[in-house]
């Protein structure tokens, strides 16, 4: 048996500056995407799966990129043609699955994975196409209609990719094995949910609520989609879905529609509390001793996300951290300035230099910082993942430790949130012996550090990954959305 995988993952978040041309993904192509075996993600674990299974990958091609704005419409086209022509001369293929985002915005496209999605099925014809997702898809029912099985990340940070992306290989598989095609259905709810973990609190309830919901139904899964709420589209919001088989449509139905209404049910829980910069740190200094026996505490600045397409210079929570006098107690890390980075690597370690520290993208996430630093030590930025997406490479470009009134501030060079301790360790700290440990992350961080920390503070400060979703003008949506409008109703 023969299964061809291929994607395209882009998180669009279309309130960002400038559009997102080719140079910014990278890809894997053909027998290239060999090489993500054993790696948790998405590509990873659809290749590993077909090993486990005994089926042939047929590798085309996948293409991801940092989150960011819209993408250019040729790029777009280039690589959905690819991954046609790549379809076309791979011969018989018994299935296909596709490793998508379900947020991806094309100038031009509103619905990137829907547009793809179409293209794929009118080329593979009747045979079983499955497709895996970002828990942050804001789905659609096209996507949906060209579609034999969904499976959306559960968890959030998105430690499952690559389990969800296995069992669409596994249900591509039996589909074509027994000769039946599974049906999807979205139940979309008018409802804007913030960034939330399901690591703890609301959100892991209602996970738990979702899984005994997967188990009611019997069928072959349902899925709840967070949605990426910094995307104007007409179908941005949460969602519930469902795959199922024609004899299991009505208990499919049933689990579905009781899911959708318990999320709704429960929205107001999901509300977050937003502290500014200056609230943070008193926050984290008000911490009880004793849970900093336990660990540090963990402030991160949720709004200036690079995960979520931000820049990722922000210097709100820097500059707060500054005016406390939190001195060697604290470190952070990281702020992106490839301009800094290079100054650092130029000056060399022991130099002490005069820097202007971020704010360099724009006027909303901060001013610059103009400052004294010590250079304090160097690396290349190329590390491996060690929680979320184990064992994958990530590079964040040349990277200096810098010490600032005491306090050791790291600096990097491209665009990336701090998902482990990696970018701490490769220059030498250890977050371990800090009191507050900063960073910029909404949530992924949580799977390297939620273990270590002795507690966790959100700051949610100026920036494109605000939990004060209002701030976001919607032109595309005559929806009525919660919490943007408390008349909203469902179903």
């Not at 895996?132 to 499976?151: G, K, R, V």
């Not at 318990?262 to 943070?280: H, I, N």
């Not at 002490?352 to 160097?378: E, F, P, S």
């Amino acid at each position: 048996m023969r299964i061809a995988i291929a994607g395209i993952s882009h998180e669009t978040n279309t309130y960002c500056q400038g559009q997102t041309g080719g140079g910014a993904f990278y890809t894997y192509r053909g027998d290239g995407m060999f090489a993500t075996r054993g790696q948790e993600s998405d590509l990873g674990g659809a290749m590993d799966a077909c090993a486990d299974l005994g089926v042939t990958a047929v590798p085309l091609l996948f293409a991801g990129a940092q989150p960011s704005g819209t993408i250019e419409r040729d790029t777009y086209e280039a690589f959905k043609a690819e991954i046609l022509e790549r379809l076309a001369a791979a011969g018989d293929v018994d299935g296909c699955v596709l490793l998508l985002h379900g947020a991806g915005v094309v100038d031009g496209i509103a619905d990137l994975e829907g547009d793809l999605a179409a293209a794929v099925r009118r080329q593979l014809g009747d045979l079983p196409l499955a497709a895996s997702f970002d828990l942050h898809a804001n789905l659609t029912q096209n996507m949906a209609d060209q579609l034999n099985a969904i499976f959306v990340c559960r968890q959030y940070p998105h430690i499952d990719l690559h389990e969800r992306a296995a069992e669409a290989v596994q249900a591509v598989v039996e589909m074509a094995a027994e000769g039946r095609r599974g049906v999807c259905r979205v139940w979309p709810l008018p409802l804007l949910l913030p960034t939330t973990t399901t690591f703890e609190g609301i959100g892991k309830d209602v996970l738990q609520q979702l899984l005994a919901a997967q188990e009611q139904a019997g069928c072959i899964n349902v899925s709840w989609c967070h949605g990426f709420p910094y995307t104007d589209v007409p179908h941005v919001g949460a969602c519930v879905a469902a795959s199922f088989y024609a004899d299991g449509e009505a208990s499919a139905a049933a689990a579905a529609e009781a899911f959708a209404q318990t999320l709704w049910s429960a929205r107001e829980a999901f509300r977050p509390v937003s502290l500014d910069g200056a609230q943070a740190v008193q926050a984290a200094l008000d911490v009880p001793a004793a849970a900093l026996d336990k660990g540090p505490v963990v402030i991160h600045e949720t709004s200036d996300n690079c995960g979520g397409g931000a820049p990722g210079d922000g210097t709100h929570l820097l500059r707060a951290m500054l005016d406390a006098q939190l001195g060697s107690s604290a470190c952070f890390a990281f702020l992106v300035d490839a301009e800094t980075a290079a100054q650092a690597h130029a000056a060399g370690v022991g130099a002490t230099i005069d820097i202007a520290l971020g704010g360099k993208t724009d006027n909303l996430h901060g001013a610059t910082l103009q400052t004294r630093a010590y250079v304090k030590a160097l690396h290349d930025g190329r590390l491996i993942m060690q929680h979320m997406f184990k064992g994958a490479p990530l590079n964040i470009g040349l990277t200096a430790r810098l010490v600032i009134d005491e306090m050791d501030v790291v600096v990097a060079s491209r665009r990336n949130q701090t998902f482990d301790r990696e970018p701490f360790l490769a220059v030498g700290i250890d977050v371990m012996k800090y009191r507050y440990v900063a960073l910029k992350s909404s949530n992924h961080f949580r799977a390297g550090f939620q273990h270590l920390a002795g507690a966790i503070v959100t700051a949610d400060t100026p920036g494109l990954n605000t939990h004060r979703l209002e701030v976001f003008p919607r032109q595309t949506t005559s929806r009525r959305l919660w919490p943007l409008d408390h008349s909203a109703t469902y179903p």
